[in-house]
C-alpha cells in the first residue's frame, strides 16, 4: 500500500492531536507524500484542555465535559519548558513575554502554529469516538463517530489509531464516610471554574499534588478565608501563608463536621476533591484499551507510544507530565514516523524489553527531581528516531529543576521569575504586574504595555 493510500485517523484535537497533524504536515512541506488524515474532536473547537469551558457536567449536546481547566489559570511551570521546536513564543508575539503566562495566551499559541496550516480541515468538530474494534484480518480499525450536532452514527476505517483524548479528565472521586450529610459544597477540581464562590469560606482540598497544590493558591489569593489541604501519603510541604495549611487524610464526616486520621476534626464550607484522575477510554474494548494510573511510564506502551499488543494503535500524551507540548510533538513525529515506515518497530520480545527497562528505572524514583530526569531521558531517547528539532533537553531539565526549588522557595511568588529560552536565547519579561496582584488573565491585559502607558503619563 502507498503512503497516500493509508488512512490515519486522531481522536482528539488537544495539544497532542494536534502535534500528531503537525508532524505529518511537517513532512508535507519537505515534498514528501503523507497519508489521508482525519481528526475527530467531540467539543467545538480545538485546544483540548486549553479551550476552556464555563460548562461542567454534560455539554450541550450531552456530552461529558472534558474540560478541567478554570478562570484565573496560569501556566503552572515555565512556558520556556514547553516552547515548540519548530515554532517558538518570539514567532507568535514577536516580543519577549513573561515565563507564566495566563491560559489564554497559550491557548492562543497553540493555535497559532497549527492555524497557519489550515490545520480546521483535517478536523470534524462536535463528534465523539463511541466505539472501535480492530479486524486482524483487514488489519484494520473500525470506529464508530457519533455526530452530536446531528445526532447521526457514522462508521470509518483506518490502517493507524491515534488516541490523543488526554487523562486529566474523568475525575477519581473517592467516597468518605457521612459526606452524604455534609451540606456544604462538594466537588471535585474537574468542576472547578474558579475561586470566586469561595471568597470568605473556609474550604478542605483533599490531595497533595498539582491540583491541590494550585487551586488552593488560587483561592488564597482570590480571598478565601483558610483553605486546608488534606494529603494521603505525603505533605507537598511548601511554605504556606498563613491561612493555608496541610492536615493529615480525612477520614469521615459526623454531622457535617469533617474528621482526620490523626483525630483532630474541622468545619468547612466546600470540599473540593483534588484527587486526580482516571484514563478512560469508554470507546475502547478492554484489549485495547491503556491500563494505567497517572505515572510517568504507562506499562505496555513501547517508547511510551506505541500499543504493544497492536503496533497500529498508538497513544500520544499518556504520561504524567513535566514536559507537555514539546514531549507530545516528539511522540507524534515518533509515531508518524512509524506509520510511514521510517521506523522499523522490532519484534513484541524486542519491545517488551525496552518497556521493563523503563518501567525498573520508574521503579526507582524517589522525588520530583527524578521524575524530571527519567522524562528528560525518556525524550532524548525518543528523539534520535525522527527529525523533530533537537533542543537542548538537559538545559530543560535544568529549568525543570529551578522551577521545583523556586516553588519551595516561595509558592505565592514563584510566577514572577523569567528564564531564557533554550531555543532562541530570548529572556522572559516580566510581566507588567505581580502575578500574585493581577486578578485579570485576559490575553488583552496581559500583552498590554502598562508600563510605557504609566510611563507617558506622568
Ligand atoms: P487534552 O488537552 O485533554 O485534549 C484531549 C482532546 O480529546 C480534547 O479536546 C477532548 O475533547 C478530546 N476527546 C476526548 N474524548 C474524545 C472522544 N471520545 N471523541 C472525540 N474527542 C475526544 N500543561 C502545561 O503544560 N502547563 C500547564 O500550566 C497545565 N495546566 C493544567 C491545568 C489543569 C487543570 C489540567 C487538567 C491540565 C494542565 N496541563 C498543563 C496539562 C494539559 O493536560 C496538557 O497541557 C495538554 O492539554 C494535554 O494535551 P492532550 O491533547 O494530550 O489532552
Ligand atoms: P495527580 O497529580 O494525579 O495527584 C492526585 C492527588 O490525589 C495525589 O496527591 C493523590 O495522593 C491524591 N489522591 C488520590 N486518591 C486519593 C484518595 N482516595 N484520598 C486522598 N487523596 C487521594 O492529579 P492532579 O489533579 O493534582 O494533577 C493532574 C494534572 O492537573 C496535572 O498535570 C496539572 O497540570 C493539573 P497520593 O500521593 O497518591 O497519596
Same mark, same amino acid.
Given at each position: 500500500?502507498?503512503?497516500?493510500?493509508?488512512?490515519?485517523? #486522531?481522536?482528539?484535537?488537544?495539544? +497532542? *492531536?494536534?502535534?500528531?497533524?503537525?508532524?505529518?504536515?511537517?513532512?508535507?512541506? &519537505?515534498?514528501?507524500?503523507?497519508?489521508?488524515?482525519?481528526?475527530?474532536?467531540?467539543?467545538?473547537?480545538?485546544?483540548?484542555?486549553?479551550?476552556?469551558?464555563?460548562?461542567?457536567?454534560?455539554?450541550?449536546?450531552?456530552?461529558?465535559?472534558?474540560?478541567?481547566?478554570?478562570?484565573?489559570?496560569?501556566?503552572?511551570?515555565?512556558?520556556?519548558?514547553?516552547?515548540?521546536?519548530?515554532?517558538?513564543?518570539?514567532?507568535? /508575539?514577536?516580543?519577549?513575554?513573561?515565563?507564566?503566562?495566563?491560559?489564554?495566551?497559550?491557548?492562543?499559541?497553540?493555535?497559532?502554529?497549527?492555524?497557519?496550516?489550515?490545520?480546521? %480541515?483535517?478536523?470534524?468538530?462536535?463528534?465523539?469516538?463511541?466505539?472501535?474494534?480492530?479486524?486482524?484480518?483487514?488489519?484494520?480499525?473500525?470506529?464508530?463517530?457519533?455526530?452530536?450536532?446531528? %445526532?447521526?452514527?457514522?462508521?470509518?476505517?483506518?490502517?493507524?489509531?491515534?488516541?490523543?483524548?488526554?487523562?486529566? +479528565?474523568?475525575?477519581?472521586?473517592?467516597?468518605? %464516610?457521612?459526606?452524604?450529610?455534609?451540606? *456544604?459544597?462538594?466537588?471535585?477540581?474537574?468542576?472547578?471554574?474558579?475561586?470566586?464562590?469561595?471568597?470568605?469560606?473556609?474550604?478542605?482540598?483533599?490531595?497533595?499534588?498539582?491540583?491541590?497544590?494550585?487551586?488552593?493558591?488560587?483561592?488564597? =489569593?482570590?480571598?478565601?478565608?483558610?483553605?486546608?489541604?488534606?494529603?494521603?501519603?505525603?505533605?507537598?510541604?511548601?511554605?504556606?501563608?498563613?491561612?493555608?495549611?496541610?492536615?493529615?487524610?480525612?477520614?469521615?464526616?459526623?454531622?457535617?463536621?469533617?474528621?482526620?486520621?490523626?483525630?483532630? &476534626?474541622?468545619? /468547612?464550607?466546600?470540599?473540593?476533591?483534588?484527587?486526580?484522575?482516571?484514563?478512560?477510554?469508554?470507546?475502547?474494548?478492554?484489549?485495547?484499551?491503556?491500563?494505567?494510573?497517572?505515572?510517568?511510564?504507562?506499562?505496555?506502551?513501547?517508547?511510551?507510544?506505541?500499543?504493544?499488543?497492536?503496533?497500529?494503535?498508538?497513544?500520544?500524551?499518556?504520561?504524567?507530565?513535566?514536559?507537555? /507540548?514539546?514531549?507530545?510533538?516528539?511522540?507524534?513525529?515518533?509515531?508518524?514516523?512509524? #506509520?510511514?515506515? =521510517?521506523?522499523?518497530?522490532?519484534?513484541?520480545?524486542?519491545?517488551?524489553?525496552?518497556?521493563?527497562?523503563?518501567?525498573?528505572?520508574?521503579?526507582?524514583?524517589?522525588?520530583?527531581?527524578?521524575?524530571?530526569?527519567?522524562?528528560?531521558?525518556?525524550? &532524548?531517547?525518543?528523539?534520535?528516531?525522527?527529525?523533530?528539532?533537537?533542543? =537542548?533537553?538537559? %538545559?530543560?531539565?535544568?529549568?525543570? =529543576?529551578?522551577?521545583?526549588?523556586?516553588?519551595?522557595?516561595?509558592?505565592?511568588?514563584?510566577?514572577?521569575?523569567?528564564?531564557?529560552?533554550? #531555543?532562541?536565547?530570548?529572556?522572559?519579561?516580566?510581566?507588567?504586574?505581580?502575578?500574585?496582584?493581577?486578578?485579570?488573565?485576559?490575553?488583552?491585559?496581559?500583552?498590554?504595555?502598562?508600563?510605557?502607558?504609566?510611563?507617558?503619563?506622568?
Amino acid at each position: 500500500m502507498s503512503i497516500e493510500e493509508l488512512n490515519i485517523g #486522531i481522536i482528539g484535537a488537544g495539544p +497532542s *492531536g494536534l502535534a500528531q497533524i503537525r508532524s505529518f504536515l511537517a513532512e508535507r512541506e &519537505k515534498g514528501n507524500p503523507i497519508p489521508n488524515i482525519k481528526v475527530f474532536e467531540k467539543q467545538a473547537d480545538l485546544g483540548g484542555m486549553w479551550n476552556y469551558t464555563w460548562r461542567t457536567g454534560l455539554g450541550k449536546y450531552g456530552e461529558p465535559i472534558h474540560g478541567s481547566m478554570y478562570k484565573y489559570l496560569w501556566s503552572n511551570g515555565p512556558k520556556e519548558c514547553l516552547e515548540f521546536g519548530d515554532y517558538t513564543f518570539m514567532d507568535h /508575539f514577536g516580543k519577549p513575554i513573561s515565563s507564566y503566562p495566563p491560559r489564554e495566551v497559550l491557548f492562543d499559541y497553540i493555535k497559532g502554529r497549527i492555524e497557519q496550516d489550515e490545520v480546521r %480541515e483535517f478536523i470534524t468538530f462536535n463528534t465523539s469516538a463511541r466505539w472501535v474494534d480492530f479486524d486482524p484480518y483487514a488489519q484494520k480499525f473500525r470506529v464508530v463517530f457519533d455526530d452530536l450536532v446531528n %445526532e447521526e452514527t457514522f462508521t470509518e476505517y483506518f490502517d493507524y489509531l491515534v488516541v490523543a483524548t488526554g487523562h486529566f +479528565s474523568v475525575p477519581n472521586m473517592p467516597y468518605f %464516610e457521612g459526606i452524604e450529610d455534609f451540606t *456544604g459544597t462538594v466537588m471535585h477540581a474537574h468542576d472547578f471554574r474558579g475561586a470566586d464562590p469561595f471568597i470568605g469560606k473556609n474550604i478542605l482540598l483533599v490531595g497533595s499534588s498539582y491540583s491541590a497544590e494550585d487551586i488552593g493558591v488560587q483561592c488564597h =489569593k482570590h480571598g478565601a478565608k483558610s483553605i486546608t489541604m488534606s494529603y494521603r501519603t505525603n505533605p507537598m510541604g511548601l511554605d504556606w501563608p498563613e491561612n493555608m495549611k496541610e492536615v493529615p487524610l480525612l477520614s469521615h464526616f459526623e454531622d457535617g463536621v469533617a474528621h482526620f486520621i490523626d483525630g483532630h &476534626k474541622e468545619e /468547612f464550607d466546600a470540599v473540593i476533591m483534588c484527587t486526580g484522575y482516571q484514563h478512560k477510554f469508554p470507546f475502547l474494548p478492554s484489549e485495547l484499551r491503556l491500563m494505567t494510573n497517572n505515572c510517568m511510564y504507562p506499562d505496555n506502551l513501547y517508547k511510551g507510544v506505541i500499543y504493544n499488543d497492536l503496533d497500529r494503535l498508538i497513544y500520544l500524551g499518556m504520561q504524567d507530565q513535566y514536559y507537555t /507540548f514539546n514531549m507530545f510533538d516528539v511522540q507524534a513525529w515518533f509515531a508518524r514516523d512509524v #506509520i510511514l515506515g =521510517k521506523i522499523e518497530l522490532p519484534l513484541k520480545e524486542e519491545r517488551d524489553k525496552d518497556i521493563a527497562h523503563w518501567l525498573e528505572k520508574q521503579d526507582a524514583i524517589e522525588d520530583a527531581f527524578d521524575d524530571v530526569d527519567f522524562q528528560t531521558e525518556y525524550i &532524548k531517547d525518543l528523539i534520535q528516531y525522527s527529525d523533530y528539532p533537537s533542543l =537542548k533537553w538537559d %538545559e530543560i531539565g535544568e529549568l525543570f =529543576k529551578e522551577w521545583l526549588r523556586d516553588k519551595e522557595e516561595d509558592i505565592l511568588r514563584y510566577r514572577d521569575k523569567n528564564f531564557r529560552s533554550v #531555543i532562541t536565547g530570548v529572556k522572559a519579561e516580566p510581566h507588567h504586574t505581580k502575578w500574585l496582584d493581577e486578578e485579570n488573565d485576559t490575553m488583552e491585559r496581559y500583552l498590554a504595555d502598562i508600563k510605557t502607558k504609566k510611563l507617558v503619563k506622568s
